[in-house]
């Protein structure tokens, strides 16, 4: 009988770290999250290596000639990175794998182009595309290379829009056309060309005087004020201090506020907002790698592509703080088709699969624990007759295939999911907390409903992650037991 012995894993062997002496430490648990989620991209080369965190941009810009939106770059056995300040804002789990990913294609014979698109593979999934893309046409390949080795800024544009589409296996654009005098010559990485997300509170939501940054703003209605950087407001404002660009412009009936900042701190806010700067740290990193691919397949909630501030989109209340912000610089891979990835406020142990809720997507339901004393972890509501009706009134009835349903007495059937969300728009969120659940008519027109958990049950329950995580699991564990292998990306 043949006996096969694999070949032990290397073991992660940190680097010399220099620089800021207050980074390493973050950087280190990065760089190994990393080195573990990129080992199925090639051998780890035996040689000594570095890290050097600097301290100001401009010496990081001197060190490698790199452009201002580059975060990382080899210089021989040397990988140096931005000042910390700057990567904690960025998505830090993907720079590391991205440039880590370099170092393990550094013997393989590719081309310049070829050895780009498999870092960018490698930002989001632990595993190489298989099988790759047929390769495109020579002229076309010498192009990316000419364009990827210090091409204008329109050329790398291109290059990079061309790599993804090509990893997608969609149509690759055209070249772009003769450079402008003076286009700069470089172009941001790959894993900055996703650029910012705006989040707009409305209206509504803020009310009464305000003052930014010690400034008293009049309410003089169409009236608007810009800040950039750091953008405080008082105490007792709905909306926390904010990093980044914010727009505030007086209403009829308040004010109207908008955020633009990077993808990374908008993704450390809403898990912060989400989860609360108290949560344990590997439940933060497991939200944060869910919101990391949820923006990826719905990046169009509300019109002019902005995100809302609430749960329809995530919760955000203000930048997160340093320690979230970490969590979210260090989140693990999660190889998860976008369109799936969800996360509910509890499942009370009953989670639900897509196709249950939305009549599409896969039909295995993920895991989630139950909870001891969680709120959500049964719940009953009675709905008068009169809401009743008004429920019929507004959902239509019919059901997709694989979808969950309820009948109200003799109509129906109608999808929970509807039922749910109508009842929410007209009663309160509270009046039908989620979808696992049953319902009955009573004698007077009344619906007696009894369910469990609280929204709708899909994907990463946020009080099974905090409870896991309380108990030693790490976000690779919750999220691995929260997601199945259906659900990844085909």
Not at 347 to 353: I, M, V
Request: hydrophobic fraction near 40%; charge should be positive.
């Amino acid at each position: 009988m043949l006996l096969v012995v694999e070949a032990p894993v290397p073991p992660f062997t940190p680097p010399i770290l220099e620089g800021e002496t207050e980074a390493r430490g973050a950087v280190e648990e990065a760089l190994r999250a990393a080195f573990a989620a990129t080992m199925a991209h090639g051998a780890w080369p035996a040689e000594p290596w570095r890290v050097r965190i600097h301290a100001e941009a401009a010496a990081f810009e001197r060190a490698t000639g790199a452009p201002p939106g580059r975060s990382g770059q080899w210089m021989g056995d040397t990988l140096h990175l931005r000042p910390w300040e700057q990567l904690r804002r960025r998505n830090l789990g993907a720079i590391l794998r991205h440039e880590l990913t370099h170092r393990r294609l550094i013997l393989k014979d590719l081309h310049r182009w070829e050895e780009e698109a498999r870092c960018l593979w490698a930002e989001s999934h632990r595993r190489p595309l298989e099988p790759w893309p047929a390769v495109p046409t020579g002229p076309l390949q010498d192009r990316l290379d000419r364009a990827l080795a210090g091409g204008t800024t329109r050329e790398q544009a291109w290059a990079y829009r061309c790599l993804r589409a090509w990893l997608r296996r969609e149509p690759l654009p055209g070249p772009p056309g003769r450079r402008s005098p003076g286009t700069d010559a470089w172009m941001k990485e790959a894993t900055t060309l996703a650029g910012t997300i705006t989040v707009v509170w409305p209206a509504e939501r803020l009310r009464g005087p305000l003052t930014v940054n010690g400034q008293q703003l009049s309410h003089r209605v169409g009236q608007a004020w810009h800040f950039r950087g750091q953008v405080r407001f008082p105490a007792g404002f709905p909306v926390r201090d904010l990093q980044g660009a914010v727009k505030v412009q007086a209403e009829t009936h308040g004010w109207s506020l908008s955020w633009t900042a990077s993808r990374a701190a908008w993704v450390a806010a809403a898990t912060e907002g989400e989860l609360g700067s108290d949560a344990p740290f590997e439940a933060r990193r497991a939200l944060a790698a869910v919101l990391g691919r949820w923006i990826e397949g719905h990046p169009h909630q509300h019109p002019g592509g902005v995100l809302c501030p609430l749960t329809h989109c995530a919760v955000v209340r203000g930048s997160a703080s340093a320690d979230s912000a970490r969590a979210a610089s260090t989140t693990p891979i999660l190889d998860l088709d976008p369109r799936w990835a969800f996360f509910t406020g509890s499942a009370g142990g009953r989670a639900l699969s897509p196709r249950q809720i939305w009549g599409d997507g896969p039909s295995d339901p993920g895991g989630a624990a139950e909870v001891p004393d969680d709120r959500w972890g049964s719940w009953e509501r009675t709905l008068s007759a009169a809401q009743a009706a008004a429920l019929k009134r507004d959902v239509k009835p019919g059901l997709k295939p694989g979808q969950l349903g309820l009948r109200l007495g003799d109509s129906g059937p109608y999808a929970t999911e509807d039922l749910r969300l109508a009842a929410g728009r007209r009663f309160g969120w509270t009046s039908w907390p989620s979808n696992a659940c049953e319902a009955e008519i009573q004698p007077d027109g009344s619906l007696r409903l009894q369910g469990r958990g609280w929204g709708h049950n899909v994907g990463l329950c946020l009080a099974t992650a905090r409870f896991r995580a309380a108990n030693g699991a790490t976000a690779e564990q919750i999220l691995a037991e929260a997601f199945p292998l259906s659900w990844r990306t085909p």
